[in-house]
Structures are given as C-alpha cells and as structure tokens.
C-alpha cells in the first residue's frame, strides 16, 4: 500500500541511540510537529527502563514526536545498556529487521528519516548497522509476505538519510576533530534536501540537552554544543542535510516523481 499524497507528512525517525534523532534531525521533527504532521521516532538501542530512556522521552516531548518506540538492544560500546539483549551490531540481521518493520506498520509513515551510509555523524558501528536495518525494513514493510506477523503492508514513500555535505561541514568538523573524531561528510551532489531550522533551533537545542547524561561528557556532541556561545551553537543547529530515496514503487512505464511527497513549509 502507498503512501497518499499529503501536505504535510508523516514522519518516522529511525535512529541508533537517544539523541542522534535530536541532534541529526531535531529541527525537522519539531518543523513537521508545528505544521500539524504525525511523527515519531524508533530508538535502537538502550533498554526502554533505562536512564537513557527516560532523558529520550523528555527530548521527543520537546520535539513534539510522541513517545519512545525502543528496539531494545544494547549499544556496542555499552553492553550495560541493555543487559539482557544482545548488542545491536551482534543480533540477527533479520530478528531486527522484523522488529522495525513492525513499527514501521504500525505507524504508516510517508517518510522515515534515518542515518546515511556512512553512519552519520561518525561512523559508529551502531549507526551504520542502523542505516541498514531501516533501509531494508522501509522495502520490507510494503510487501505481504514478508513478516506476515509484523501488520498489515505499508509503504513508505521516500527514505532520507542523515548526512552532511562537505561544504556543510562548517564548524562542527573541526569541533568533533579537536575532540578525536571524523565528521564522515559526503560529496555536495548527493545532498537533495536542505533544511533551514532556524525557527525550530530553539526546540531543536532543548531536545539535545534533554539527553543529560550526553551532555555531562566532554568528548560527546551534546557536551560539545553545551559549551558553545549560544550564537556559534545556533549556527551549527540551523541547518540539515538529507538524501532522498525514493521508495514507493512507480506505475508501469512511468518514472518515479520525486515531489510526490514534501518537507512541509
């Protein structure tokens, strides 16, 4: 089944720890949530009774995206994260898809958001695992027989991964360098939407710092921006970067029509 057209569409977040779906797409919830559109965000990793959890829940109130929706695995480099679950690079390829796609059904979401290739920002092996895992659900969960358990079939329009073009490394490259990391950017030409979120960074900025925990370490972005001037935090939160992949399939003999489905506003 596909997605209607919509002025202002659904939108599911699908994201490998508490945060990144502030950090990497926080602007473009609030945006959809201020414009009347449903959204959501699917978490990864941490178990749902976990600290993390609860700073999560904070943070998507703040961005107007309902409540957690937590896969439950443990994050790679903190196994205590979720103590009884497998690590999410560790699970069953398929065990995970079947969970997503799941949510995915249940929601009905025109888009889903999710890191790129490269695993956005960084490169964690949580996050390219994620990237993977919502690129085959979102094909996944528009076909019938595939996790017949999972709900009724739902296709998604469109996927926009998370990136970062190299002309918009700006600040914050140099920012996550001093701190021993590597801003993964890719080439301007694979960037097919630009978002202004400046009239959301406020929004966008108390989701961030809603992740506490994050924000007390040195060496994570959060605890990077939090000791940011607000004036250099405000222009590193302006403005995001995605990648369309049209999804739906086309009618036979006709091209896929990329403004199907738009940001709103």
């Given amino acids: 089944m596909t997605a209607p057209h919509a002025s202002k569409p659904s939108l599911l977040g699908v994201f490998a720890h508490p945060d990144d779906e502030s950090l990497l797409a926080g602007g473009l919830f609030a945006r959809h949530a201020a414009a009347g559109a449903r959204t959501a965000v699917v978490t990864a990793t941490w178990a749902p009774d976990s600290h993390r959890a609860a700073e999560l829940a904070d943070a998507l109130a703040a961005l107007g995206a309902g409540r957690p929706r937590m896969l439950g695995f443990a994050d790679a480099r903190v196994p205590e994260s979720a ?3 497998p690590r999410l690079c ?3 390829f398929d065990e995970a898809v079947g969970l997503l796609v799941g949510h995915v059904r249940e929601f009905r979401p025109d888009i889903v ?38 709900g009724a079939p739902w296709q998604p329009a469109a996927l926009h991964l998370a990136t970062h073009p190299h002309s918009g490394v700006g600040e914050l490259g140099p920012l996550l360098a001093r701190v021993g990391k590597k801003l993964l950017s890719v080439p301007d030409g694979h960037v097919t939407t630009t978002v202004d979120v400046s009239a959301w960074v406020g929004q966008k900025w108390a989701a961030i710092a809603a992740h506490r925990s994050e924000a007390t370490r040195e060496h994570s972005l959060p605890g990077i921006l939090l000791r940011l001037p607000a ?3 405000e222009r590193i939160l302006s403005t995001e970067y995605y990648t369309r992949l049209d999804t739906a399939p086309s009618a036979p003999g006709l091209a896929p029509c990329p403004g199907r489905v738009v940001f709103p506003g």
């Avoid at 490169?123 to 996944?140: E, I, K, M, S």
């Fill in 83 to 85: 103590p009884s679950r």
């Fill in 90 to 92: 560790d699970a069953p």
């Fill in 113 to 150: 958001v999710t890191h790129d290739a490269y695993g956005q920002l960084t490169g964690h092996p949580d996050h390219v695992r994620t990237h993977r895992l919502a690129t085959v659900a979102v094909q996944a969960s528009g076909l019938e027989h595939l996790y017949p358990d999972a």
């Fill in 231 to 233: 004036e250099a935090r």
